[in-house]
C-alpha cells in the first residue's frame, strides 16, 4: 500500500490550486578566476591557491496565480554587504520591475571564498596588500553583474511550476559556545551536547508541468567552517548542494544558510568530513524529496524594512583617530581605517544601524523569514515556538535565514550578548561595527517579524514582470 500512498499523493499537486506557480532558475560559477584573498579567517596572510569545489550564484524566480514575483539568490560566499546588495538589488529591480521586498539575497558563510567589497573590511579589505585590492574590485563588480545576468535567465525560464515543501533533520551542528570542540565526539555519544541548536532541514522543491523535479531549495543552521584551507571550497553547503544534484541531475540546489552564527560543525579541519556532512545534509534533503511533501497554494507577499538598531559605546571620531595611531592591534586598527575610510563629511558616528529584516509568505504554509546578519540560534527557536502570535502554524513552517542581504555583524540574542563572548560583541572588531549591540534588539527584531506577519504587504491584482 506504500506505493499506492505515494502515488495518491504524487497527484496532489496538481488538484491544490486552480492555476500553478510560474518559476524558473538559474546558476553560474562564481569562483574567481585568478587567486584572489580569501575570506573568513583573520589568520590567513596570502591568497588562495587553487580549487577544492567551485563557488557558485544561483537564482529561483517565483510568481503567483496573481503574478506577484519574488526573486531568491544563493551565494557560495561567507557574506555580501550593503554596499554590494543595494548594486545588486536597483539593478535587478530597474530590469524586471521589482521593489526592494521582492528580492532576497543569502549566502552560504563558506569560509573558503573570496573576499567581496566592504564585507569583514578590516578583517579582509583594510589587511590586503595594496597591490592587490584592485583584484578584490574587479571581482565584486563581475559578481554583481554574474548574479544579474542568472536572475535574467531564470526570468526567461519561467514555466508553470508545482511547488511543495517537507522538513528534515541532520545533527551535524553542535552549540560552540556550550561545547569543548574536542570533547563534542564523546558527549555526542553520550547523548549530552549542551546548548540550543536548529537542526531542521526545511526544503522547498519546484516541479515543471510534467512533475520533473527542476529545484531544491533548503536550509540548515550551521556554520561553514569545515575548511580553513587556501583552495576554493563551497564547504559543506558546497558538498550537500552537489549531492543533491547528483541524485537529481535536472534539479538546480540552493542551498540558505540558517541561524547557524553560534552553531559549528564538529569535527571539523578535514576534507573527508566537509564531505561527509554535506553528504549527511544532502541526504536528508534526498529523504525529503522520496518522502512525503505537502502542496503549496499560488500565493505569495513579501515585505521588507530596515530598522535602526542602537548600538551602546559609539565612540566619537577623535577616539577612533586616536585608536588608530595607538593600537598595537592589527585588527583595532583596521577598525579605525574601515570606520574613518566611510565616515566621509560625518562629524559623528551613527548609533544606530540600518538592519535588513524581510519575510515572504509562499502559499498558506510557509512563512520564510531573512535576517541580516550572523544570526545566533535563538531567534529561529523563538520565532518557531512563538510563530508571532499564530499558534495555529507547525514550527516547522517557519523558515528563518540569517547572513541574509547584508552581513554586517553577529546578531546576537539578549542571553548570548549579556554573556559575552565572541558572539556577544567580540567579534565586532572585525566587522567595524564601532560599538555594541542594545540589549533592545532582539525584541525589536522579533517584533519587526511580527509585524510584518500580522499585515502583509498588500498586492495589486497583476503586477508587471519583464
Not at 517537507?166 to 549542551?194: E, F, I, Y
Amino acid at each position: 500500500m506504500k506505493w499506492f500512498a505515494c502515488f495518491i499523493f504524487a497527484l496532489l499537486p496538481l488538484t491544490a490550486s486552480a492555476q500553478p506557480w510560474q518559476a524558473g532558475s538559474a546558476r553560474i560559477v562564481i569562483t574567481p578566476d585568478e587567486p584572489i584573498w580569501m575570506a573568513g579567517y583573520g589568520g590567513r596572510d596570502h591568497p588562495a591557491e587553487g580549487k577544492l569545489t567551485d563557488l557558485w550564484a544561483k537564482s529561483l524566480v517565483l510568481q503567483d496565480a496573481s503574478g506577484h514575483t519574488a526573486v531568491l539568490i544563493t551565494l557560495d560566499l561567507v557574506g555580501i554587504h550593503r554596499d554590494t546588495t543595494t548594486k545588486i538589488c536597483e539593478q535587478i529591480g530597474k530590469k524586471h520591475d521589482l521593489s526592494r521586498d521582492q528580492i532576497a539575497i543569502n549566502c552560504s558563510h563558506t569560509h573558503t571564498g573570496p573576499a567581496v567589497g566592504a564585507n569583514l573590511g578590516p578583517l579582509h579589505y583594510v589587511q590586503v596588500p595594496e597591490e592587490q585590492k584592485q583584484q578584490l574590485d574587479d571581482y565584486e563588480q563581475q559578481l554583481i553583474e554574474k548574479i544579474v545576468s542568472i536572475v535574467d535567465s531564470s526570468f526567461e525560464s519561467l514555466q508553470p511550476s508545482w511547488l511543495t515543501w517537507g522538513n528534515g533533520r541532520c545533527s551535524v551542528a553542535v552549540n560552540r559556545r556550550d561545547n569543548v570542540q574536542n570533547d563534542v565526539p564523546a558527549l555526542r555519544v553520550q547523548g549530552k551536547l549542551n546548548g540550543p541548536s536548529d537542526h531542521d532541514v526545511p526544503v522547498l522543491l519546484v516541479r515543471d508541468a510534467d512533475q520533473k523535479l527542476r529545484t531544491v531549495v533548503f536550509g540548515y543552521a550551521c556554520h561553514a567552517t569545515v575548511l580553513g584551507i587556501y583552495q576554493w571550497s563551497g564547504d559543506y553547503p558546497g558538498y550537500a548542494q552537489i549531492e543533491v544534484e547528483e541524485r537529481y541531475p535536472e534539479a538546480i540546489a540552493m542551498f540558505w544558510a540558517g541561524c547557524g552564527a553560534d552553531q559549528n560543525p564538529l569535527p571539523r579541519r578535514t576534507i573527508e568530513l566537509a564531505q561527509q556532512y554535506g553528504k549527511r545534509l544532502g541526504t536528508a534533503v534526498a529523504e525529503v524529496v522520496e518522502g512525503f511533501v505537502h502542496p503549496v497554494e499560488s500565493s505569495l507577499q513579501t515585505s521588507y524594512t530596515e530598522l535602526d538598531l542602537p548600538l551602546v559605546g559609539v565612540p566619537t571620531v577623535e577616539e577612533v583617530i586616536q585608536t588608530r595611531e595607538t593600537t598595537k592591534n592589527k585588527f583595532e586598527r583596521g577598525r579605525a581605517e574601515y570606520i574613518l575610510g566611510r565616515l566621509g563629511d560625518a562629524k559623528a558616528l551613527d548609533e544606530t544601524y540600518p538592519y535588513p529584516v524581510a519575510s515572504w509568505k509562499i502559499g498558506n504554509d510557509i512563512r520564510m523569514v531573512f535576517l541580516g546578519g550572523e544570526v545566533v540560534v535563538d531567534y529561529a527557536l523563538r520565532l518557531k515556538s512563538t510563530a508571532a502570535g499564530t499558534p495555529e502554524d507547525s514550527p516547522t513552517m517557519i523558515w528563518v535565514a540569517g547572513y541574509s542581504n547584508d552581513v554586517m555583524a553577529y546578531i546576537p540574542s539578549r542571553r548570548v550578548l549579556n554573556e559575552g563572548g565572541y558572539e556577544g560583541g567580540g567579534s565586532n572588531v572585525y566587522y567595524g561595527i564601532p560599538g555594541l549591540w542594545s540589549e533592545k534588539i532582539e525584541n525589536m527584531i522579533a517584533g519587526e517579524v511580527a509585524k510584518q506577519w500580522a499585515t502583509p504587504k498588500p498586492q495589486p491584482a497583476e503586477t508587471s514582470s519583464k
